[in-house]
């Protein structure tokens, strides 16, 4: 591979498009060529999201003019990201997508969720790119799906249970900073709304829902996750708390032996000895895990918490980048 990536970010002006930028613009391996947006076309980013200091002005999305670049990081939600994949790929561009249009393997559980897709014929072509479960995949893919971020945690949370067959029966009870609704819903939710408050939604399904079956099936998983999601009156920040039911006895010092050997070596799980707080891996590429057996059941409870926008959404999307291009899997990350 080159030793730089030329790259653009597609939906630079949502938060997870412009911290993908921002990583990318001081990335040791990457140039950033380009920002796009809908709305904010002439306008720098760094006037946009000040904190960032990326001292490019947005265009207009145009496909033919981004045809000497080598990848693209699409950040558009759901529905108009497919067509806009579709167009990078016809000009021989790498993509990660950050929306929801190529997670799921199955276009009828597409459909279900989503409504009609907008690239049928690409859906066989991407690989989900939660990295810890399909490095390999990834770093041969040229198109990747970034898991949502309740999906990431969830998963990475329950897939060494899951790979052991240990799963009966679980419970994921989600909560996550408002910076998770994009940039558009959280302009126009008041701040009262979330101001000193804490409430449940999607309760009857939610869309990563279907996300955390398919990679847990995957692994050997036989019974659907029941994933119930919250809203905390934060920016950032994601912890999801996991009540497993195990198809046999076991005890903390297995539980944990079983995480050990799991995620040995991982540049980006920990492993903690106390259940983490969302502040433990703020602004990072983190997933930071504690898990323990409760003697009173004999329940496993695991903890998983990551920053939504960096691990659950931009800081990934920036690690499967690096395995798409054979760089060192951190770079830009660490």
Not at 52 to 69: H, Q
Not at 224 to 247: I, M, N, W
Not at 285 to 309: K, Q, S, W, Y
Request: proline residues 5%; contains cysteine.
């Amino acid at each position: 591979m080159n030793s730089v990536a030329r790259v653009c970010v597609v939906g630079a002006s949502g938060f997870a498009g412009a911290l993908a930028a921002s990583i990318l613009w001081r990335h040791p391996r990457v140039e950033l060529a380009a920002v796009t947006a809908r709305r904010e076309v002439g306008r720098r980013l760094d006037d946009l999201f000040p904190r960032y200091r990326v001292p490019l002005t947005y265009e207009p999305f145009d496909p033919t003019r981004l045809g000497d670049l080598d990848a693209a990081l699409v950040s558009y939600p759901h529905g108009a990201s497919a067509p806009v994949v579709a167009a990078l790929r016809a000009q021989g561009l790498k993509v990660v997508d950050l929306s929801a249009d190529f997670r799921l393997h199955d276009l009828d559980a597409y459909g279900a969720w989503y409504g009609e897709h907008g690239a049928p014929e690409l859906v066989s072509e991407a690989v989900f790119g939660l990295t810890e479960l399909h490095r390999s995949a990834i770093a041969g893919a040229d198109l990747v799906a970034n898991p949502g971020c309740y999906s990431t945690a969830a998963v990475l949370a329950l897939a060494p249970l899951a790979r052991a067959g240990l799963i009966e029966e679980a419970v994921v009870d989600g909560k996550s900073g408002v910076s998770g609704a994009g940039r558009e819903a959280t302009e126009t939710t008041h701040f009262v709304a979330v101001s000193e408050n804490v409430n449940a939604y999607g309760v009857e399904g939610h869309r990563h829902a279907p996300e955390i079956d398919q990679e847990l099936l995957a692994l050997g998983c036989a019974e659907k996750v029941t994933f119930t999601p919250h809203l905390l009156p934060l920016d950032q920040g994601l912890l999801a708390s996991c009540y497993v039911t195990p198809t046999r006895e076991l005890d903390a010092d297995e539980l944990r032996a079983v995480y050990a050997e799991s995620y040995d070596g991982e540049r980006f799980i920990e492993l903690s000895d106390e259940p983490p707080g969302v502040r433990d891996v703020r602004d990072t590429n983190m997933c930071r895990i504690h898990a323990t057996v409760e003697p009173r059941t004999g329940r496993a409870l695991v903890f998983c918490a990551i920053d939504n926008l960096w691990k659950g959404a931009a800081g990934q999307a920036v690690q499967n980048l690096n395995l798409m291009f054979d760089f060192d899997e951190a770079s830009g990350l660490a």
